[in-house]
T-cell receptor, first 113, second 112 residues
Framework: GDSVTQMEGPVTLSEEAFLTINCTYTATGYPSLFWYVQYPGEGLQLLLKATKADDKGSNKGFEATYRKETTSFHLEKGSVQVSDSAVYFCALSGGGTASKLTFGTGTRLQVTL | DTAVSQTPKYLVTQMGNDKSIKCEQNLGHDTMYWYKQDSKKFLKIMFSYNNKELIINETVPNRFSPKSPDKAHLNLHINSLELGDSAVYFC???????????FGPGTRLLVL
């Protein structure tokens, strides 16, 4: 079945540091890939997505590229802020008649001054 | 305006009780979902409905019964609550099966 593997957290960075959160997936066919963010005490918000190979999703300075050859969708940001502290989830959707999101385990990011 | 709303936000109850969580979306979406997030933040699909019809049931105990009175609502009823049911339950909706899913704020359930 489909699965998503994310790097273990927590990730602790100083403000303005470069962020990478690794995500790899296993799926049949051609899934869509997503990054969701969960701020403390809140629900999930879509951060960015990519629906086909080589697509780059971007939002709020975050970006991720759909790499079919390495089955990866790593999240990057050039300069993190304290306000980026949250849990980040990589997910895939297989589409079709029974689509569902399969999530990774989440990576907690803590940004300090 | 809230796109996907859930009530209640918090629910504390005793083992063995029956409780319901309500979800409503005003996005005009056809598909709605319930997810469970455990204490380690792991998220897993429970159910999916499309136009009031059950599409996905991910081996959830039959104590959990979703009900969709119309395509804007998907409620979750839980019978005979157990300690292991304590979690955060998220409702989501999407315009179709392949579309982006939009999540509600979650309902934090604590079973004592």
């Amino acid at each position: 079945g489909d699965s998503v593997t994310q790097m273990e957290g927590p990730v602790t960075l100083s403000e303005e540091a470069f962020l990478t959160i690794n995500c790899t997936y296993t799926a049949t066919g051609y899934p869509s890939l997503f990054w969701y963010v969960q701020y403390p005490g809140e629900g999930l918000q879509l951060l960015l997505k990519a629906t086909k190979a080589d697509d780059k999703g971007s939002n709020k300075g975050f970006e991720a590229t759909y790499r079919k050859e390495t089955t990866s969708f790593h999240l990057e940001k050039g300069s993190v802020q304290v306000s980026d502290s949250a849990v980040y989830f990589c997910a895939l959707s297989g589409g079709g008649t029974a689509s569902k999101l399969t999530f990774g385990t989440g990576t907690r990011l803590q940004v300090t001054l | 305006d809230t796109a996907v709303s859930q009530t209640p936000k918090y629910l504390v109850t005793q083992m063995g009780n029956d409780k319901s969580i309500k979800c409503e979306q005003n996005l005009g979406h056809d598909t709605m979902y319930w997810y469970k997030q455990d204490s380690k933040k792991f998220l897993k699909i429970m159910f999916s409905y499309n136009n009031k019809e059950l599409i996905i049931n991910e081996t959830v105990p039959n104590r959990f019964s979703p009900k969709s009175p119309d395509k804007a609502h998907l409620n979750l009823h839980i019978n005979s609550l157990e300690l292991g049911d304590s979690a955060v339950y998220f409702c989501a909706s999407s315009p179709d099966f392949a579309g982006t899913q939009y999540f509600g704020p979650g309902t934090r359930l604590l079973v004592l």
